[in-house]
């Protein structure tokens, strides 16, 4: 049953083959079985999910319907869920549990899925690898001494390893299409505006968004049609019409469409297999008649500078909240400000206070023009290069990350090493547009390759498009991690 897909699981739900206790049974005991390797989880719940699924083959047995009616799901830990704890992989947010549940997945509850668990991220979700959690670090499910890549790599890592039929993650710089890559599963970043954030815990608000993982991209466009769409309680979402996702997947093929091929994004550093893998995906489009027009995006070598300019600025005023009053546990000193210092000083890791203290410097008075403002006026020049090639062309393919999987402990040292792990996922965050991820072959090594699809803002349904015509005519999607 672990080997369905989520859409496939959904057939042999509604046609009584299975129940979606049965379902969640066997999703519950692999993560017994295999999750203290894989580590994926910070927390498995599994009262609630049977309920839920109990819940669901109840509403089915009495003749009714909901897109993900008794599918099991993970969520990453940094979206609020009422009752369950949510941590953000911070031990600042030890024991927290919220007294209300973010949109997108009470979004997935009243479609009826179902949920395993919250899955482990990077703390505040800053970081590429899992290896910044406060809990535990996730090990890679193709193999376990390399990591999943992140923030998201704990719901990567759970989908890839047949523990969940999808999940939510979130993207800020490229958390959910990194370790989608790493992890040879599918992942899409949404248009900034497309999904509520009301109740993910904010790291930089105008680049945070809510992503979700399949292993297919069938699956994501399923997903994507549950938690697209405006929320009075998110004013930065968008009241923009959500298609469907899914009906639009066999909208025509794909002759004459234009895909841009940005010189910037195959450069010197690049894993030679990843970009031979991404440069035989962008064959296989033309094979299947899409046109290939070389372009140009001038601006993508300021990305990182700038991205590390404004997601720590942003993250050093969200992050401000917590002071061990307000939320979460409190280190007792006495006095306030002591208490303050204790709480954030003992429960904040390396990473975060590395990024408050670069955001707090950017920000500050006399600096303030020379690093913020200047980095907000380049981010319009790489939305610009976007808004431009889109008059070109009518997706842009690239790789995902410059590398596949990298081992545990290999870049904890060097935080600009980590940084670069992101390298081709963080413009389309600033510019605010859709991002896909979809397996498109593996190393010598056997480590899954990512491609990465961009496309204009609100164009999810075109990415997802592409990806889905490329998935049915390649099988890198359908291969197995070597696990149990
Ligand atoms: N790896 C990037 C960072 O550390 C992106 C993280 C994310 O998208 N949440 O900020």
């Known amino acids: 049953m672990i080997d369905l897909t989520l859409s496939e699981a959904l057939e042999k739900l509604n046609t009584g083959e299975i129940s979606s206790v049965e379902l969640t049974r066997a999703h519950l005991d692999r993560i017994t079985r295999l999750d203290s390797q894989v580590k994926a989880y910070l927390t498995v719940t599994p009262d609630l999910a049977l309920e839920q699924a109990a819940a669901a083959d109840k509403r089915r047995a009495a003749g009714e319907t909901a897109p993900l009616l008794g599918v099991p799901l993970a969520i990453k ?6 009752g369950v704890p949510t941590t953000c992989g911070s031990r600042i947010l030890e024991g927290f549990v919220p007294p209300y ?14 949920m395993l668990g919250k899955t482990n991220t990077d703390e505040f979700a800053m970081g590429s690898s899992t290896e910044n959690s406060g809990y535990f670090t996730t090990h890679n499910p193709w193999d376990l001494e390399r990591v999943p890549g992140g923030s998201s790599g704990g719901s990567a890592a759970a989908v890839a390893a047949r523990m969940a039929l999808g999940a939510l993650g979130t993207d800020t ?6 370790p989608a890559s790493l992890c040879g599963v599918v992942a899409l970043k949404p248009s900034y505006g497309r999904v509520s954030r009301y109740g993910l815990i904010a790291f930089a608000s105008s680049l945070d968004q809510v992503g979700v993982f399949g292993r297919t991209v069938e699956d994501a466009a399923r997903l994507m049609n549950i938690i697209a769409g405006h929320d009075s309680r998110d004013s930065t979402s968008m009241p923009t019409p959500v298609p469907d996702y899914v009906a639009a997947l066999n909208d025509g093929d794909l002759k004459g469409l234009r895909v841009g091929l940005p010189q910037e994004y195959f450069i010197e550093g ?13 064959d296989k489009l033309a094979e299947l008649g ?5 372009i140009s995006l001038p601006h993508t070598r300021y990305s990182l500078s700038v991205y590390y300019l404004v997601a720590p600025a942003e993250a050093s005023a969200n992050l401000a909240r917590f ?11 006495g006095s306030m400000w002591a208490t303050y210092k204790a709480t954030r000083g003992r429960r904040f890791g390396p990473e975060v206070k590395r990024r408050i203290m670069l955001g707090t410097y950017a920000l500050s008075t006399g600096y303030y023009d020379a ?32 590398t596949t999987a990298f081992k545990i402990g290999e870049k904890t040292d060097d935080p600009l090493q980590m940084y670069l792990s992101d390298v081709f996922t963080l413009s389309a965050s600033l510019a605010g547009i859709p991002g896909l991820s979809v397996p498109c072959g593996f190393d010598t090594a056997g480590l899954p390759i990512g491609l990465q699809l961009f496309g204009p803002a609100f164009e999810e349904g075109r990415v997802l498009r592409v990806g889905h015509l490329y998935q049915q005519a390649t099988d890198w999607h359908t291969r197995r991690p070597p696990l149990g």
């Open 77 to 82: 830990d940094v979206l609020c869920t009422e």
């Open 101 to 114: 549940t973010a949109t997108a997945v009470q979004n997935l509850f009243d479609a009826g899925a179902v």
């Open 173 to 178: 710089g490229g958390s959910v299409r990194q």
């Open 270 to 282: 690049i894993q030679p297999e990843v970009e031979a893998a991404v440069r035989a995906a962008v």
């Open 290 to 294: 899409a046109e290939i027009v070389e």
């Open 323 to 333: 002071d061990g009053v307000r939320y979460g546990p409190r280190e007792d000193e």
């Open 371 to 402: 690093y913020y403002l200047k980095a907000q006026k380049v981010r319009t020049l790489i939305k610009d290069d976007f808004e431009k090639a889109f008059e070109q062309v009518d997706v842009i393919a690239a790789p995902v990350s410059p």
